[in-house]
């Protein structure tokens, strides 16, 4: 079943501690992106690839990191510099034409 | 201003069409989308447009490409209840290294 798959649906940190948030695509497509939603706000881009081994920082990299070590995956890491990490995260896959989101990781730190 | 904006809220009645706007900055944008969000879920890829086409027609679905004016719009044709939800436009920036950015969304509420 081709598609884009984030993990975990729900989670649940403590303060100050990193977590890893998972997203896997079998769609072959070279560019992937990480972005945040707060609740009634649009998408906020954290971080985009456009290929293996390169990413750039999107318009809120600050608190997080990413790595594309593989085409198919590009983990995104929030680690406790991000002031307020409680939020929907949601990936997206890219072609040369469409683009396709997992169905989001939501993060809560307690 | 922001790239891309959209206005807030729409509210229609079933059977009426739903006219959804969107404007963007990048005049050297390739294609364009449209994603509709229901509470608690991902983006559903509705439809999306190259930049060197005015018009798409998908089912319900019409987009219709102003490039001159940079607007971008999504007709749904026969609005039923269930396409009540929260609807984004979405641009490649070239100019920013090819960012997908979107606009702040439309809650587009169909009353019956």
């Known amino acids: 079943d081709g598609g884009i798959t984030q993990s975990p649906k729900y989670l649940f940190r403590k303060e100050g501690q990193n977590v890893t948030l998972s997203c896997e695509q079998n769609?072959?497509?070279?560019?992937m992106y990480w972005y945040r939603q707060d609740p009634g706000q649009g998408l906020r881009l954290i971080y985009y690839?456009?290929?293996?081994?390169?990413?750039q920082k999107g318009d809120i990299a600050e608190g997080y990191s990413v790595s594309r070590e593989k085409k198919e995956s590009f983990p995104l890491t929030v680690t406790s510099a991000q002031k307020n990490p409680t939020a929907f995260y949601l990936c997206?896959?890219?072609?040369?034409?469409?683009?396709?989101f997992g169905q989001g990781t939501r993060l809560t730190v307690v | 201003g922001e790239d891309v904006e959209q206005s807030l809220f729409l509210s229609v009645r079933e059977g009426d069409s739903s006219v959804i706007n969107c404007t963007y900055t990048d005049s050297s944008s390739t294609y364009l989308y449209w994603y509709k969000q229901e509470p608690g879920a991902g983006l559903q890829l509705l439809t999306y447009?190259?930049?060197?086409?005015d018009m798409k027609q998908d089912q319900r679905l019409t987009v219709l490409l102003n490039k001159k004016d940079k607007h971008l719009s999504l007709r749904i044709a026969d609005t039923q209840t269930g396409d009540s939800a929260i609807y984004f436009c979405?641009?490649?920036?070239?100019?920013?290294?090819?960012?997908?950015?979107f606009g702040t969304g439309t809650q587009l509420k169909v009353e019956l």
């Open positions: 979405a641009v490649i920036l070239t100019g920013g290294g090819n960012k997908l950015t």
């Open positions: 997206a896959s890219r072609s040369t034409t469409e683009a396709f």
């Open positions: 769609l072959n497509h070279d560019a």
């Open positions: 447009i190259f930049s060197n086409m």
């Open positions: 690839s456009q290929i293996v081994n390169d990413f």
